[in-house]
Every structure is written in C-alpha cells, then in structure tokens.
C-alpha cells in the first residue's frame, strides 16, 4: 500500500545518521520517510526509517539514502551548530561597553 502524506514538523537532534521529528502522529517502527528540512535557504532531503516511535510526541528516523548534495547541505548545518557551540561567551566588557552606548 503507498500512503503519501505530508506533514510539517520541528526538527530535533540533527546528526549526519539521522534526527527525531516531533509531532503528535508519529509513524510506526520500519516505516519509511523522505525527510525534507528547509533552513537559512538551503535545502536537505533524505530517504529514511523510524528506528522508534514515541505515541504523541514524535519519532526517531535514520537516514537510509542522502545524495552527495544534500550531505554537503546537512555537513555544512553541523559545522555551523558546532562552531557556535564552541564559540567563546561574551566577555564582561563587551555588555559594559553596550551600556555606555
């Protein structure tokens, strides 16, 4: 049976194997999915599985097929959220300055 359905959701946990999809109808264990994300302008899509199922709050997906652009895409993704995540706080003087201002 070929069910297509489209459903927006939030993204979550974002790896370069996979991510968890919250929403409040989540498909069972072995469904397969194409994953679409949009963010910032870029595009990814991924063809993928439910490794788990969490009734009202979401999924759990693997990535089964990802075409060499649209791993270029979800890289360059991780990249920025590790580089942030590694960025050095804000020093007391940059907030002093701001009050001077």
Known sequence: MDTRATEMTR???LSLYGCYLDT?????????VIVK??????????????????????????????KPVFLAVLQNWLRQALDKQNAPPPSIDDFESEKES
């Open 11 to 13: 993204v979550n946990e």
């Open 24 to 32: 409040i109808t989540p498909l069972p264990r072995g469904a397969k």
């Open 37 to 66: 994300i949009i963010s910032g302008g870029q595009f990814f899509e991924a063809g993928a599985t439910v490794i788990y199922s969490q009734p009202s709050l979401g999924m759990g997906v693997a990535f089964r097929e990802v």
